[in-house]
């Protein structure tokens, strides 16, 4: 697609570690959030700078902070349920601390072999464009096997 001045705007969601590399192998399944999103397909995975509280650096050693750490698709975004435990990595989730919260359905993941470093922002963003084609590139390739 050389020649062409269009580049491919791709969003990008910040997750405290463990649970950004949680959603690119794939385990974590369910991102919760507070507000809804109406974005439906790739999202590229920044792990935040810092890690969620209560974890060991030995639990985060392998880990990597503030870089894309992968892709995943967006497939849908609905009210969060209790039902949605397991898949959101809780223990369990309480009609009260649903209300209000938002599902977020992920799959296909793909996680990066070198993560990408860079600064992450709230909500949702968008990757930079030549990390954007680099981790677009990557992510279709996976996609294809």
Not at 65 to 79: F, I, K
Not at 108 to 115: M, S
Request: hydrophobic share 45%; charged share 25%.
């Amino acid at each position: 697609m050389s020649g062409g001045s269009e580049e491919r705007v791709v969003k990008a969601l910040t997750v405290r570690q463990p649970w950004a590399t949680d959603i690119v192998q794939g385990c974590k399944t369910i991102e919760t959030r507070s507000r809804r999103t109406h974005h439906r397909g790739p999202l590229a995975i920044h792990a935040a700078a810092s890690p969620d509280r209560g974890f060991t650096p030995e639990e985060l050693a392998d880990r990597p902070l503030g870089a894309l750490v992968g892709m995943v698709q967006v497939v849908d975004c609905r009210p969060l349920v209790p039902a949605d435990a397991e898949d959101a990595f809780r223990l369990e989730l309480t009609e009260e601390e649903c209300e209000g919260m938002w599902a977020w359905v992920l799959a296909k993941p793909g996680e990066l072999i070198e993560p990408i470093p860079m600064k992450g922002k709230l909500s949702l963003w968008n990757v930079p464009p030549g990390a954007a084609a680099v981790i677009m590139q990557l992510y279709e390739e996976f996609l294809a096997v």
